[in-house]
T-cell receptor, first 113, second 112 residues
């Protein structure tokens, strides 16, 4: 069974631009969560989606948004990019919420110049 | 979330020795705990998990111990190998959510 896939793997943007990251969960998984990883703040929770509904949102500004599609694929968007948004963005999927192991993708490395 | 700074706590062990990585979790309501391993340039990889109704769980070469009284979690790796070199994170979550709260990572270095 294929793992969680994330595209693109690397991305370079400039301040003020916006970016969309994509995540395809493991086949059969309906829950998708997003995390931001930086050296200074570690791994921080962004969003949690299940059946196209956002169930939880982390403590991030409104510039960070996401959505989930009927096939469980998910996207996250960051508008008006800031230098501090440079990070590894990780997506994780699980079959059901709260009961199953979450498996992570390789991440998208975003660099904001 | 917890901070993982540039200067991660580091555990250096000799190949073949046992490793113990510790973690203090924050929420007494958490009922599910996971250890992840992250190698450079990769996403976190699941190692082992434990639910709050257990205090010990064993996998292949790994054991997780949970002490709810002091909110402490540990990962024991037997016969540590060079391939075990990575950053290890504990994570906690609670019923009916997939929101993981990650602890401070520990860098494990295995030398020959």
């Amino acid at each position: 069974k294929a793992g969680v896939t994330q595209t693109p793997r690397y991305l370079i943007k400039t301040r003020g631009q916006q970016v969309t990251l994509s995540c395809s969960p493991i086949s059969g998984h309906r829950s998708v969560s997003w995390y931001q990883q930086t050296p200074g703040q570690g791994l921080q929770f962004l969003f949690e989606y299940f059946s196209e509904t956002q169930r939880n949102k982390g403590n991030f500004p409104g510039r960070f948004s996401g959505r989930q599609f009927s096939n469980s694929r998910s996207e996250m968007n960051v508008s008006t990019l800031e230098l501090g948004d440079s990070a590894l963005y990780l997506c994780a999927s699980s079959q059901l919420v709260g009961t199953d192991t979450q498996y992570f993708g390789p991440g998208t490395r975003l660099t904001v110049l | 979330g917890e901070s993982v700074g540039l200067h991660l706590p580091t555990l250096s062990v000799q190949e073949g020795d046992n490793s113990i990585i510790n973690c203090a979790y924050s929420n007494s309501a958490s009922d599910y705990f996971i250890w992840y391993k992250q190698e450079s340039g990769k996403g976190p990889q699941f190692i082992i998990d434990i639910r709050s109704n257990m205090d010990k769980r064993q996998g292949q070469r790994v054991t997780v111990l949970l002490n709810k009284t002091v909110k402490h979690l540990s990962l024991q790796i037997a016969a540590t190998q060079p391939g075990d070199s990575a950053v290890y994170f504990c994570a906690e979550t609670y019923h009916n959510t997939d929101k993981l709260i990650f602890g401070t990572g520990t860098r494990l270095q295995v030398f020959p």
